[in-house]
């Protein structure tokens, strides 16, 4: 058995239960037994010339029909008992047709080949798992891809006609979207440099506004600390001249209580004693002795006696 494929085995034309995976097998050889290999890996079948009619009577012909699809392992037993190892020509092929069929009668030969042709192949594909689904063969469809359909050539003549005139309208739509959006980038471009440009501004004002505020509050510190300071020498100024003037007062105070008679005659003895002279040798007639002065006498009286002794 080959990679890719399982084997079956038929004993005198009995389909045997079970299968063989790839490799070397031993059996009884023909006409006894009899065996097969089914691909089991996902495969193309192509449909060729699947022709149908449209609802408006044309005859339409799809040049290939592909059909994407795998059979299941597990699958695969069931399916080719009840069909046969053709089993594709059943499930694939025959059903490619009937649903085609179907689908060109519900449609105009216009809708088939312009407006409705990138949706038949999911039409068909859908169609084709519900009927996998309701034989129950877990026949897997993967993908269906259908060929550009043949009309009678006056209708492709003219279908190709509006299909370029639709292009081209379709081209000049994208266009005109192009430049569209081209202008409104170029407007939001503009809307945005304008309103940047509006934002810096205001950021630029509410800085300006800032720095102001802080300047006058600056000023405002200043002139707080310049008065606080014209207060503060105020009051040492008053203070010094409190003091001044409390010292005076209190030196008269003292002065008053100070400057009695008693005082006033010492300071007078004082000034006397500093103002006294000290005589050596004979005093002279004629020199004048004040009372405040007897002790400076008697002192130059003594110094005379001494001399005349010597």
Do not use: W
């Not at 269906?144 to 000049?172: C, G, M, N």
Request: charged share 30%; glycine share 6%; hydrophobic share 35%.
């Amino acid at each position: 058995v080959q990679e890719g494929n399982v084997g079956f085995y038929y004993q005198f034309g009995k389909m045997q239960e079970g299968y063989s995976t790839p490799g070397l097998h031993f059996k009884f050889p023909p006409p006894i037994t009899t065996a097969i290999q089914v691909y089991v890996r996902p495969q193309v079948d192509s449909v060729k010339k699947v022709k149908c009619g449209a609802k408006d009577g044309t005859n339409i012909e799809f040049p290939s029909i592909e059909i994407g699809n795998t059979l299941p392992i597990e699958k695969a037993h069931g399916v080719i008992k009840k069909y046969g190892a053709e089993y594709d020509q059943f499930l694939v092929f025959k059903q490619v047709q009937y649903v085609t069929n179907g689908l060109c009668s519900q449609f105009t030969s216009h809708e088939i080949a312009i407006e409705k042709f990138n949706d038949m192949d999911d039409h068909i594909k859908k169609q084709l798992e519900d009927i996998q689904e309701e034989l129950g063969t877990g026949l897997q469809i993967g993908f269906v891809r259908i060929a550009k359909p043949r009309l009678p050539e006056h209708l492709s003549d003219a279908y190709q006609r509006q299909a370029k005139e639709r292009a081209l309208k379709k081209a000049k739509e994208e266009e005109f979207k192009r430049i569209q959006q081209e202008n409104l980038n170029e407007e939001e471009k503009v809307r945005g440099t304008s309103s940047r440009e509006l934002l810096q501004a205001e950021k630029q004002n509410e800085i300006n506004i800032a720095q102001k505020k802080s300047e006058q509050e600056q000023a405002a510190i200043e002139n707080e600390m310049k008065l606080a300071d014209a207060k503060t020498n105020a009051e040492i100024v008053r203070e010094n001249a409190k003091a001044k003037s409390d010292a005076i007062m209190k030196e008269a105070e003292a002065n008053e209580k100070l400057l009695t008679n008693a005082y006033l005659e010492l300071k007078r003895y004082e000034a006397m004693m500093s103002n006294s002279k000290m005589i050596f040798g004979d005093v002279p007639e004629n020199v004048f002795l004040s009372s405040g002065a007897g002790d400076d006498a008697s002192l130059a009286m003594g110094n005379k006696k001494r001399n005349k002794k010597n």
